[in-house]
């Protein structure tokens, strides 16, 4: 059964780095059929893209977001990870990572998300 | 930019009604287009791809129409599980990106 399980910093100072990792079980992030990607949700806000990677490693990032961000896949580890730099408050949300599949380029399945917020 | 606007952004309705939610692109999608659910706690759910197909264990009382700039989900008789938020979602083809409407709140 597939699972996507966030983790990581819940509380990041102002100016600092943000940094999540996807843990990815009962699919292989080297399937020939999906790829992977980072979204958030800021507290009474909107869905965002932020980050998308391709199973060989090409990347994508959200305009908006693009000069921060990185997303990146440890293979070994089976799952994908996720930084963003020079946070500010605006950068409170609910992160989830998702997987898309290369037949649609939808976001198929999703983690459950985890809270980040930016505060000193 | 492709910017979609959903409305109606609040939908007070009961179980058993219908409902139809909106959204609207500032230019043609094609039927590049998705519907999500949202519910409090839980993993967000593709329902709808492609304007109108159902993805894996949607129920049918869901259904996605339009094409171009105007769609619609509508849920034929609402269930207690279907109060949530609503989310459109378009991509372009390439380079990949992906953009999201406002959402739609069904509440009771």
New interface residues.
């Given amino acids: 059964q597939l699972q996507l399980r966030e983790s990581g910093s819940g509380l990041v100072k102002p100016s600092q780095t943000l940094s999540l990792t996807c843990a990815v079980s009962g699919d292989s992030v080297s399937s020939g059929e999906y790829s992977w990607s980072w979204l958030r949700q800021p507290p009474g806000g909107a869905l965002e893209w932020i980050a998308y990677i391709y199973r060989t490693g090409t990347t994508y990032y959200s305009p908006s977001l693009q000069t921060r961000v990185s997303i990146s896949l440890d293979k070994a580890k089976n799952q994908f990870s996720l930084e963003l730099t020079s946070v500010t408050a605006a950068d409170t949300a609910v992160y989830y990572c998702a997987r898309v599949s290369e037949d649609t380029y939808y976001f198929d399945f999703w983690g459950q998300g985890t809270l980040v917020t930016v505060s000193s | ?1 492709i910017v979609l606007t959903q409305s109606p952004a609040t939908l007070s309705l009961s179980s058993g009604e219908r409902a139809t939610l909106s959204c609207r692109a500032s230019q043609s999608v094609d039927s590049y287009l ?1 519907w ?1 659910q ?1 519910r409090p ?6 329902l709808i ?2 304007a109108s197909k159902r ?2 264990g949607t129920p049918a009382r869901f259904s996605g129409s339009g094409s171009g700039t105007d769609f619609t989900l509508t849920i034929s008789s609402l269930e207690p599980g279907d109060f949530a938020v609503y ?1 459109c ?1 378009q ?1 372009t ?1 390439w ?9 739609t709140r069904v509440e009771i």
């Fill in positions: 930019e998705a999500y949202l706690g839980q993993a967000p759910r593709l791809y492609d993805a894996t989310y979602q991509r083809s380079p990949p990106m992906w953009t999201f409407g406002g959402g």
